[in-house]
């Protein structure tokens, strides 16, 4: 059996009514195409689009375009939002399994129109890049499954309604694959057990795993070779999966190239913070750069070193309070504080309150 050949680089809720941390990754988007039928689900719970981007602070107008991308920061925001305001913590898997194929253009279709899943998965991963610059996918395989995994740094913050997204939207993708055909499936998720658990299952199956170390979704390792033409001929078909990768790679080669600086130095300080050995010098000798070079890159960027470092361990203090059950001491950790009482003082600092209180206010996900 051949291996997922393609291998991405690894970094592997509620508004709280708080103001969101400062986009420290102004340089990351994500397409704006899903949002059309993401603002008929909200509608339809009875949450008004105009208001939610006037409150969020983005155009409303933006899904008129098929070209727009949206900050990834602000579509985060999006879930969060509709997490918080509806009650309903699983509105992002739900949003997600219910968008129309075709609705996320080609990438969908390099995977849909492959031979194999096997093929679907390792072309997810090689053209990712196609709808967003801010986080990566990869592929694994054990004796049971093979695995499409997703890796969102932590400096982002809370993410779990986008996550919930993405596995509803791959999910109903494999589905869809299948045709009739059972699909024997696992969810691993890193955020904790949701409310709304009934939706879940109903979407994914009951194998469902929570407060995992990675966030990944799962297919009986017996199926990752079936030949998918088998069961849908006009889908799964040779010549349209031709016609499929090179409109793939054609507008990979059109498509303007963003620098993600910015997103890099993030993610190695992130890395660092957990390693208890962050300092500017480290972070440039990772970049092969000077400190000063660095520095410059940082204040063209709008921010500095100290601040960026402030910034990210405040994302990750949110992310991890909010969406996770895992103890203070191990958030202080992976905020980089040797001790819990100097965590505890920079939460404040940031939340008015102490992390305990924080958590404690957050929406209940089970």
């Not at 340089?27 to 008929?40: C, D, F």
């Not at 006037?54 to 985060?76: C, M, Q, V, W, Y």
């Not at 986080?135 to 004796?143: F, I």
């Not at 109903?202 to 469902?208: A, I, Q, T, W």
């Amino acid at each position: 059996m051949d291996e997922f050949v393609y291998t991405a680089r690894h970094t592997c809720g509620s508004i709280h009514g708080d103001p969101l941390p400062i986009d420290t990754h102004t340089e990351s988007w994500i397409t704006a195409t899903s949002l059309a039928h993401t603002k008929s689900v909200l509608r339809a719970r009875g949450l008004a689009w105009r208001q939610l981007a006037s409150e969020l602070g983005f155009d409303a107008d933006l899904i008129s375009d098929p070209n727009a991308r949206l900050p990834f920061k602000t579509l985060l925001a999006i879930y969060e939002y509709a997490a918080d305001k509806s009650g309903d913590d699983a509105i992002g898997l739900t949003i997600g399994a219910s968008v129309p194929i075709g609705t996320v253009g080609v990438f969908e279709y390099v995977g849909l129109s492959a031979p194999t899943l096997r093929a679907a998965f390792n072309n997810w991963v090689r053209f990712h890049s196609l709808p967003t610059n801010a986080h990566r996918l990869s592929t694994a395989e054990d004796d049971n499954f093979g695995y499409l995994c997703w890796h969102i740094p932590d400096s982002f913050g809370p993410h779990a309604g986008f996550l919930d997204w993405s596995f509803g939207l791959l999910a109903s993708r494999i589905h869809s694959m299948f045709h009739d055909m059972p699909v024997a499936m696992i969810s691993e998720f890193s955020h904790s057990a949701p409310g709304n658990l009934s939706e879940f299952r109903r979407v994914l199956g009951d194998n469902l795993h929570f407060n995992q170390a990675q966030d990944r979704l799962g297919v009986a390792r017996a199926l990752l070779d079936l030949e998918l033409a088998e069961l849908q001929p006009r889908v799964s078909e040779p010549n349209l999966h031709a016609l499929m990768l090179q409109a793939a790679l054609q507008e990979l080669e059109k498509r303007e190239h963003l620098s993600d600086n910015l997103l890099t130095i993030s993610e190695h300080i992130t890395e660092d913070l957990r390693n208890g050995d962050l300092s500017l010098e480290g972070i440039a000798a990772k970049l092969a750069m000077s400190p000063r070079t660095l520095q410059r890159v940082l204040d063209a960027s709008g921010t500095s070193f100290r601040r960026l470092t402030e910034d990210i361990r405040l994302a990750i203090a949110r992310r991890y309070l909010i969406e996770t059950d895992i103890p203070l001491s191990e958030i202080a950790f992976l905020c980089g504080f040797s001790e819990q009482s100097a965590f505890s003082r920079a939460a404040k600092s940031w939340f008015g309150v102490s992390p305990k209180q924080y958590r404690q206010g957050r929406p209940s996900r089970g």
